[in-house]
């Protein structure tokens, strides 16, 4: 019921009530005695329709009414006017019935079944629409119908359109008028109907006409999602492209069979190298599929491509992903002696790389490296494998690369991979948004004005051609006034804003190394010293740009409010992990984790595992129990030990279970009681320190 | 800020059975089987679900369930009134439909009693009866039957010998059929093939509380799904609809069962459903329109499935609901000071218990009911 005021009842309108009911009893009982009976007579029939007048929700009528059509059609042997006859009467039951409930979806669809027969004049449809949604414009049956009729005269998209048009200019604030032609443009550009042939001259119209209704009145939401629909056409790339990769373009890789050992050449290109084989990581601006030996090239002295295993980082059910990892075996040979390769990597020179939305690689580029192998001592190195890791401050030292070494920085942030054929011109997207930008400028006294324009400065950042983050400082104002002018809403501009600054913080060299530190434990004998990427207390709420993190192996990300770290999954090298004191409510929003297969040292002390009932990542985490699909991979009545049943403690297992942890801190989560750290010692048999303590 | 008056909404729930011959009771007649769900997940919400003789309830279920399963012939026409075995009807005499046949598994699994359903025969009559191929296999297959005069157990044919039938391609002259066949793997919710995205949501959970969504093609009802999808992030009832927080729900939820979420832009859909929000703190179902109860419920639990809750503000949330109530004589209105329904109050506590207001009273009985509702975790 909807929109009935509450107030009780005056006794003579009791009376009235009571009569109704006991009319309508009786009417429904003696439709359902014709219904079971199969009694199609003209009398049933039209008993069937009072009752759908009063009751248009009464679903089993019009099945019955689909009954006694398909009776007393084949009774009329289809004699042309009594089949008219009969099919009229239907329609002007619907229209009955639409009159005294316009959203009745039985109603509808028993207009689209009569319809679907063929024989009634569907030029009339259009009129009774007209009609229909001059009283009601945003009925979204009445869209649906009209659609539907559309579709069936074979009624142009651009007719439709300017149907569509005419809503709209005699009220711009009609969002399902604009819902409408966001899907009209978007069939006629795709099919590039003459006048929608020009991408920018069609959005170049576009942005004018939902400007338009934005000035108009700017606390209307009809324009805003149309809005942002058109910046999101002016700035994606259709075909998918290699945005970063690892090893970078450029960059000289120092392999050592020892952990972390520092033999003079720049810690941030040194990688451990106990398996033989080197990890290439392909990160791609949209998640794709297709990525193999024969969509990828990997040539050295030495010939290699054959022996790389493509595998996807996904999640979910998804076939596409943004990330890939290959492992290149390296011959033995090459192995035992220190020798300095260079690797080249291409794709895009063939085809098979897709993207989910169906678009193909089609951008040759490549990028190349070089790869010192550091064969590894006869003797155990003593140290940091096997010592506990503090993240105590003391133990960070800023890292002051020396003029030697201040080279091999270089390649962090030298992401751009090589494109051979340069990327289409991109001034006209640059025109269409600094117009944009500067027509925003002027509606910066509310909040769509302000967000419109974060949005598009961002966009603008984006451009290929564009200095990156030149405009993060205003971006980021931006959304600290929102999150005051707009309080009920401030998460999601505090989720925003978190993004703009962790990308202004990694982006560019300067910035970058103030974060970067060398660890050092004071009271450690270990001589090694990692870099560790240090973005701690900076209150993020949310991560991005993972494309730039990808040679990351030490990271703190300890004192932000973090409640996710979805897109962290992309870091495979990463092998220390601090997330303590942050906002985490549940070991399904750590799905990452599971994709990390090189982590060793996990701290995860004081967050809010186990403190939330409603576990909001649930069905964002891939585990075969949060889907049933797939749920026969796992049995859930596996008892670990000591009565500790795994149906208790089923996401701490999903997620952790496939990980060699050495070193776990769990303490102050909700969850962390001792039978949980019992079940953690028993599921984690690589496991030495838990919460700091020492394990047999 | 007010309270949940708990008992006063017991009271008002066991109170409207009683009220059988009211006008709204009877309009609402046909679908008292989805009333049945919305008063007795409140009642168990509430931690009150013994108030109720389950057995009798459960009777009376399994009275709307259709068990004959005849092919009924008796029109060449199109003779589509065939009976299906397994599907549930709104209410006693009443057809079955994919509404019912949910809410009736929802109600079972309530009361821990699915076994005393065939699973497989509810399962198939989803398969069979509700999705759109119905039209292609079966109203042919009606064709033959009739040519040989037979009558034969739906249940007992087995689905290949249907599709595979050398009859089939022969024999098709009906005029229903052609605007009807699809093979994109859309659902109807009845025999009659009405199609919209709320039957694929219908059916996956409905097969996956019943452990049996292996039989069904999940990947192609996805992409069902998936071409509802809209430049706003929305969902609509068919590709091209409006978005429309009702239908939000139903598309994530099938994905979300189906582990399937990677189809959402979850910060696109996660703006667009945060702005549902209006100042009263209360949600609407679609931009510039009222904010409601039963929308705040689409819209809340849309936003917990793709993590995107904490963009609303829960305490106004709650608070709106709150003043939706009937203080006086319990139920939940759509807005304040409107007339309170059974739909309304099941979304409105059920709305308010999500918003993490009083999850520390009953919590138990609130995951007991999200499972049964939503997931698929061992009940
Ligand atoms: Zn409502």
């Given at each position: 019921m909807h929109g009935r005021p509450r107030k009780a009842p005056k006794p003579e309108d009791l009376a009235a009530f009571s009569a109704k009911a006991e009319k309508l009893r009786i009417l429904q009982s003696q439709f359902l005695s014709n219904h079971h009976q199969k009694i199609y007579t003209k009398e049933a029939v039209e008993l069937s329709a009072k009752l759908l007048e009063i009751n248009p929700e009464c679903y089993t009528a019009w099945n019955y009414r689909k009954l006694a059509v398909q009776h007393n059609l084949f009774e009329s042997n289809l004699d042309p006017d009594a089949v008219n006859s009969i099919l009229n009467d239907e329609l002007r039951v619907v229209e009955n019935a639409l009159?005294?409930?316009?959203?009745?979806?039985?109603?509808?669809?028993?207009?689209?079944?009569?319809?679907?027969?063929?024989?009634s004049s569907i030029e009339n449809e259009l009129r009774l629409l007209d009609k229909l949604q001059n009283v009601d414009p945003r009925n979204f049956h009445a869209w649906n119908y009209r659609r539907f009729v559309a579709a069936l005269l074979n009624r142009s998209d651009e007719d439709e359109l300017n149907h569509t048009q005419d809503l709209i200019d005699k009220n711009i604030s009609n969002y399902s008028a604009w819902h409408n032609?966001?899907?009209?443009?978007?069939?006629?550009?795709?099919?590039?109907?003459?006048?929608?042939?020009?991408?920018?001259?069609?959005?170049?119209?576009?942005?004018?006409?939902?400007?338009?209704?934005?000035?108009?009145?700017?606390?209307?939401?009809?324009?805003?999602?149309?809005?942002?629909?058109?910046?999101?056409?002016?700035?994606?790339?259709?075909?998918?492209?290699?945005?970063?990769?690892?090893?970078?373009?450029?960059?000289?890789?120092?392999?050592?069979?020892?952990?972390?050992?520092?033999?003079?050449?720049?810690?941030?290109?040194?990688?451990?190298?106990?398996?033989?084989?080197?990890?290439?990581?392909l990160y791609f601006n949209q998640a794709v599929e297709g990525v193999n030996v024969s969509t990828v090239t990997v040539s050295s002295g030495f010939n290699v491509n054959k022996d790389v295993i493509w595998k996807p980082i996904l999640s979910n059910n998804s076939k596409t992903a943004h990330v890939w990892v290959g492992q290149l075996k390296f011959p033995k040979v090459e192995l035992d002696s220190l020798?300095?390769?260079?690797?080249?990597?291409?794709?895009?020179?063939?085809?098979?790389?897709?993207?989910?939305?169906?678009?193909?690689?089609?951008?040759?580029?490549?990028f190349s490296f070089t790869v010192h192998v550091q064969p590894a001592k006869k003797e155990p190195v003593d140290g940091f494998g096997s010592e506990k890791i503090s993240w105590r401050d003391e133990n960070f030292h800023i890292y002051e690369p020396d003029s030697l070494q201040s080279d091999l920085v270089l390649p962090l942030d030298h992401l751009s991979i090589k494109n051979e054929h340069e990327l289409s011109d991109s001034s006209w997207q640059e025109k269409i948004i600094d117009e944009e930008i500067s027509n925003f400028r002027e509606l910066l006294d509310c909040k769509i004005g302000k967000l419109t324009l974060a949005r598009l400065l961002t966009a603008r950042d984006a451009l290929v051609s564009s200095d990156k983050s030149v405009h993060s400082e205003e971006v980021l104002r931006l959304y600290s006034e929102l999150m005051k002018l707009d309080p009920p809403h401030s998460q999601f501009y505090k989720d925003e804003h978190s993004l703009i600054l962790f990308e202004k913080v990694i982006s560019g060299r300067e910035s970058l190394l103030s974060y970067c530190f060398r660890y050092r434990n004071l009271t450690s004998s270990s001589s090694s010293n990692p870099i560790c990427l240090r973005l701690n207390g900076l209150s993020l709420s949310r991560l991005g740009s993972f494309e730039k993190l990808l040679w990351v192996q030490m990271l703190d990300l300890s004192h932000n409010e973090l409640r996710s770290i979805e897109g962290l999954e992309a870091m495979q090298l990463l092998s220390h992990l601090n997330l303590s004191k942050n906002k985490l409510g549940s070991f399904t929003s750590l799905e990452s984790l599971r994709h990390l297969k090189s982590l060793k040292v996990l701290d995860l002390s004081y967050n809010e595992i186990g403190a939330h009932s409603v576990d909001t990542t649930r069905y964002l985490c891939s585990s075969p129990l949060c889907h049933s699909i797939g749920r026969s991979e796992w049995d859930g009545s596996e008892i670990v030990t000591d009565g500790v049943?795994?149906?208790?403690?089923?996401?701490?297992?999903?997620?952790?279970?496939?990980?060699?942890?050495?070193?776990?801190?769990?303490?102050?989560?909700?969850?962390?009681?001792?039978?949980?750290?019992?079940?953690?010692?028993?599921?984690?048999?690589?496991?030495?320190?838990?919460?700091?303590?020492?394990?047999? | 800020m007010g309270e949940l008056v708990v008992d006063k909404h017991v009271k008002y729930i066991l109170s409207v059975e009683k009220r059988k011959d009211s006008f709204e009771s009877v309009v609402l007649e046909h679908l008292r089987m989805n009333g049945a769900y919305w008063g007795l997940t409140t009642l168990d919400l509430l931690g009150k679900l013994d108030a109720l003789d389950s057995n009798e309830v459960i009777q009376w279920i399994m009275k709307c369930q259709h068990e004959s399963g005849l092919l009924d012939l008796y029109s060449i026409m199109g003779g589509v009134a065939f009976?299906?075995?397994?599907?549930?009807?709104?209410?006693?005499?009443?057809?079955?439909?994919?509404?019912?046949?949910?809410?009736?598994?929802?109600?079972?699994?309530?009361?821990?009693?699915?076994?005393?359903?065939?699973?497989d025969k509810v399962a198939n009559c989803i398969l069979i009866c509700f999705s759109s191929?119905?039209?292609?296999?079966?109203?042919?297959?009606?064709?033959?039957?009739?040519?040989?005069?037979?009558?034969?157990?739906?249940?007992?044919?087995?689905?290949?010998l249907i599709i595979g039938h050398p009859f089939l391609g022969l024999l098709n002259f009906m005029p229903d059929i052609s605007g009807l066949q699809n093979e994109d793997g859309s659902f109807s919710g009845d025999e009659w093939g009405e199609v919209d995205s709320r039957f694929p949501y219908l059916a996956i959970c409905c097969l996956s509380i019943l452990h049996r969504l292996d039989k069904m093609n999940v990947e192609k009802a996805v992409n069902y799904i998936a071409s509802c999808k809209n430049v706003d992030g929305g969902f609509g009832c068919t590709p091209g609809g409006e978005s429309h927080a009702g239908q939000i729900f139903c598309c994530v939820g099938a994905l979300a069962i189906t582990g399937s979420l990677h189809h959402v832009d979850k910060d696109l859909l996660g703006w667009w459903l945060c702005e549902r929000q209006v100042k009263s703190g209360g949600l609407n179902g679609r931009p510039e329109k009222l904010p409601d109860v039963c929308y705040s419920w689409w819209v809340l639990s849309s936003l917990i499935m793709i993590d995107r809750v904490h963009w609303i503000n829960k305490d106004k949330l709650v608070k709106f609901i709150l003043n939706c109530q009937d203080t006086e004589n319990g139920g939940i209105s759509d807005r304040p000071e409107d007339a309170v329904d059974v739909f309304h109050t099941y979304f409105g506590v059920a709305g308010s218990l999500m918003a993490f207001y009083y999850l520390l009273f009953h919590c138990k009985h609130f995951l007991k009911a999200t499972r049964a509702t939503n997931s698929t975790l061992n009940s």
């Open positions: 009159r005294q409930n316009f959203k009745s979806y039985g109603a509808w669809y028993h207009r689209k079944w009569v319809l679907n027969k063929g024989h032609r966001s899907v009209l443009v978007s069939n006629l550009m795709k099919k590039k109907v003459q006048a929608f042939s020009q991408k920018d001259e069609v959005l170049i119209r576009e942005y004018e006409l939902v400007r338009d209704a934005v000035f108009t009145d700017e606390d209307d939401q009809s324009g805003w999602f149309y809005h942002l629909w058109l910046l999101d056409q002016t700035v994606k790339a259709e075909s998918p492209l290699l945005t970063s990769s690892w090893p970078a373009h450029g960059s000289d890789i120092t392999l050592s069979g020892d952990r972390y050992l520092d033999l003079g050449s720049s810690p941030f290109n040194t990688y451990h190298f106990d398996s033989g084989s080197l990890l290439l990581i020798g300095a390769y260079t690797l080249e990597v291409t794709l895009g020179h063939s085809q098979g790389i897709i993207s989910s939305g169906g678009f193909h690689y089609s951008h040759p580029s490549h049943s795994l149906v208790s403690y089923w996401e701490a297992f999903f997620i952790l279970k496939g990980l060699k942890l050495t070193q776990l801190d769990i303490t102050g989560n909700a969850i962390a009681d001792e039978k949980f750290t019992a079940f953690l010692a028993e599921v984690l048999p690589a496991l030495k320190w838990l919460d700091g303590v020492q394990l047999n | 009976c299906y075995a397994g599907g549930f009807a709104g209410n006693i005499g009443h057809d079955p439909h994919l509404l019912y046949t949910l809410s009736a598994v929802q109600v079972l699994a309530l009361f821990d009693k699915l076994n005393v359903l065939d699973a191929v119905t039209f292609e296999i079966v109203c042919p297959l009606f064709e033959i039957l009739l040519f040989g005069s037979l009558k034969i157990k739906i249940s007992s044919i087995p689905i290949q």
